[in-house]
């Protein structure tokens, strides 16, 4: 069975894999036998990211980019192109929140969020899947959603717009690069102790949390692992892309 999950040989691209969530799931790949590009903003993080892979026995280099900045993406996508001659799997994971209510929000806000959440990932997958395009030998890209976006969560109307999007492009891309043999998927993830979730965690907003989680915690960010492994392999999962993947502990399949 571990034969399903065998990266080696794969190359992966993780965008903000310099996060608490994204640098875990490219620490899931890179433990299965990927080398993996770990891109972020802030490149200090990113350099964590990679001594963690690399003090674990693995394979991994840091890149800096900025995915509302497509000028960064692409000349990032060129660097990682002559680190590894192309790559096999993208992993999507940037993100950003704000808890602006809906009567208070700016276009300049809107528009900063959507730049990375939505347009940012639109357009570097674009980069990227062209490369893996024109490789023929297929690949797996797997975004990163959200709960929000099936249904909207309070207190953050612009990142649960933009996740829903995501979910709607995930599956228009699904359609497009099947004739390729590249799979899109999507991980849904529930309540995560990253830092953008912890800005809105009070008291209250924990305990509805929790009441509407039937395993009744947080998810830790390892807790993702599995999944990207799964989405990232042809052999596991050769037959899987459109797919919109819950790792949220139960939270989309509770109401009251």
Do not use: C
Not at 47 to 64: S, T
Not at 91 to 115: F, H, Q
Not at 121 to 133: R, S
Not at 159 to 164: G, L, V
Request: charged fraction near 20%; avoid cysteine; charge should be negative.
């Amino acid at each position: 069975m571990s034969k399903l999950f065998d990266l080696t040989g794969k190359v992966a691209v993780a965008l903000g894999g310099n996060s608490t969530l994204g640098g875990s799931m490219a620490k899931g790949l890179a433990e299965h036998g990927a080398k993996v590009a770990i891109v972020g903003r802030n490149l200090d993080k990113a350099e964590e990211v990679v001594k963690e892979i690399q003090n674990a026995g693995g394979e991994a280099k840091a890149f800096k980019a900025d995915v509302s900045e497509l000028s960064t993406v692409e000349n990032v996508a060129k660097e990682i192109e002559e680190w590894s001659g192309g790559w096999d799997i993208l992993l999507n994971a940037p993100g950003m929140n704000s808890t602006t209510p809906y009567l208070e929000l700016t276009t300049e806000e809107w528009d900063k969020i959507m730049d990375v959440n939505l347009k940012g990932i639109v357009f570097a997958t674009q980069i990227f899947a062209k490369k893996m395009v024109e490789q023929q030998r297929g690949g797996s890209i797997i975004n990163i959603s959200s709960v929000s976006s099936t249904t909207p969560l309070s207190k953050v109307f612009t990142y649960s717009a933009s996740k829903a999007a995501i979910n709607s492009v995930t599956q228009y891309l699904a359609r497009e690069f099947a004739p390729h043999n590249i799979r899109v998927n999507a991980i849904i993830p529930g309540f995560f102790p990253a830092e953008q979730n912890r800005k809105i965690l009070s008291e209250d907003r924990v305990q509805s949390i929790m009441d509407h989680t039937p395993i009744k915690r947080f998810g830790e960010p390892e807790e993702l692992q599995g999944a990207t492994v799964y989405l990232a392999s042809d052999k596991a999962s050769g037959f899987v892309t459109g797919e919109l993947l819950r790792v949220d502990g139960g939270f989309g399949s509770m109401t009251i």
